[in-house]
């Protein structure tokens, strides 16, 4: 393969996209590849912390559908990174649309246990309607702008039709069951409210098959091997890229200067992997001149947000052996709500489901709760001994044990993080398939007259049907280097005619 060794090419952001696109380019032939991090670390959003003994992801959890399609999954494979479970064709085959098989464990604000049977149908009706919210993106003619709204007022119909023989009480603690999975399905699509998450775009996400997994050792184990083997010194860390600026006018050598604090770096091209909320946020400064304008709108269009993790680490458990999901169901809940109406007294009730960190031999007594949202931005700003506090009430109440205390807590804090300002992308109010398609655009758009591909694009946000995940994000690395890498092989020198003689 052709390629001009000498194209000068920066890469911003030492997430998981940066480094498979820097992977990618050094193993091309590129010899001038430098990646420029904000932070002392690499790894973005895959990061990995300790409580007490325990390996913990602050970051990026599982690899979603662990299958031969999943590059994250391969590369995990190859670097020795995974279970033997988690490797067995039975487990790679299991086909579950992104919503894992378990039965949960439900508590009552009342601090009564619900028993299966009280569960069972609610769920099912609630899979049901994900699946019919999924399905306006190939038929179009969506009934709603938005998922929420289309839940409420099918469940309302459905209700009325399948459950009118069923006692006021038992149907209002359904309606309230409801408003917990609106919560989770908040966690899931790193939203607000499921009524900021676009219905017509919805079913834009594809997933893959496979029983999604996790990293033993931590997600960041993925991250050193792909590390150790790029050149030592192709990153700098504590460096932030303040402006770009490419040129949309004329052609010249090195059209692009990349400003940072210390110095100014010229490049051929640039390949910008921040986070769409840190690009939310600083696009007018990052870039000189703007971004086009219906890039920018895709940029305003798309949505982004919060979602973290609070680990609860406990000396005994109080759940069952074989519980996976513990929720947490508020009983005057019935009206199916997913966003708290006072953050600050109440953020707490945003907190949908502690998941279990198994195997115990492995994390000890541990659960992860889950909460996203304003109220997940509000308990970010709240002390250490203020989570622990509300955390440990919430499970005294919902338990009906007021003797159970955890032994420490951590969560994350990825809203007030700079660098990212929140946690993953979803399709917005008024998303389509093109947003994703101008996201991922190069500038200068096509029909310029200066030097093309000077300013490239990749991270979650960019993949039109992987967003949100690290498969994803590690694919666009991949295509915006071989993006690369083919205008180089088919701009080289032809060969030199062969003699005829």
Known sequence: MAVNANAKIVIIGCGISGIAAAHRLVNAGFRHVRILEATARSGGRIKTDRLGDNVVE??????????????????????????????????????????????????CSSGRKLNADDIYSTQEMFAELLKESSEFESQGGEPWACVGDFIRSEVQQRAAEKWKDIDATTRSLRLC?????????????????????????????????????????????????????????????????????????????????????EERITADHVIVTVPLGYLKKHHSALFHPPLPRHKLHSVQRLGFGTNNKIFVEFDSPWWDADCEVICLVWEDEDVMVDQVPDVQRSWIRKLSAFTLLKPTER???????????????????????EVTHTVTQLI?????????????????????????????????????????????????????????????????????????????ALLTGWREADRLISHYSSISPPEPPKSKL
């Open 363 to 385: 994390y000890g007594h541990v659960l992860c709760g889950w909460i996203a949202g304003h109220e997940s931005e509000y308990m970010e700003t709240l002390s250490e001994q």
């Open 177 to 261: 069951m409801i408003s917990n999975m609106l919560k989770l399905e908040c966690s899931i699509n790193g939203a607000h409210s499921m009524d900021e998450v676009g219905l017509g775009a919805y079913g834009l996400y594809k997933t893959l098959p496979g029983l999604d997994c996790t990293f033993p050792g931590g997600y960041e184990g993925l991250v050193k091997n792909l590390m150790s083997e790029l050149p030592s010194g192709l990153v700098t860390y504590n460096q932030p890229a303040r402006c770009v600026h490419w040129n949309n006018t004329e052609k010249r050598e090195n059209p692009l200067t990349i400003e940072c604090d």
């Open 58 to 107: 602050i970051g990026a959890n599982w690899i979603h559908g662990p299958s031969e399609e999943n590059p994250v999954f391969c590369l995990a494979r190859k670097y020795r990174l995974l279970d033997p479970e988690a490797l067995t064709p039975e487990n790679q085959a299991m086909d579950l649309g992104g919503h894992p098989p378990f039965v949960p464990t439900i508590f």
């Open 396 to 472: 005294r109440r919902f338990t009906g044990n007021p003797t159970i205390t955890p032994r420490r807590v951590l969560r994350s804090q990825w809203f007030h993080d700079p660098w990212t300002c929140g946690s993953y992308s979803h399709p917005a109010i008024g998303c389509s398939e093109q947003d994703l398609e101008n996201m991922m655009e190069p500038l200068p758009t096509k029909g310029s007259q200066s030097q093309p591909l000077q300013v490239l694009f990749a991270g979650e946000a960019t993949h039109p049907y992987y967003y949100s995940t690290v498969h994803g």
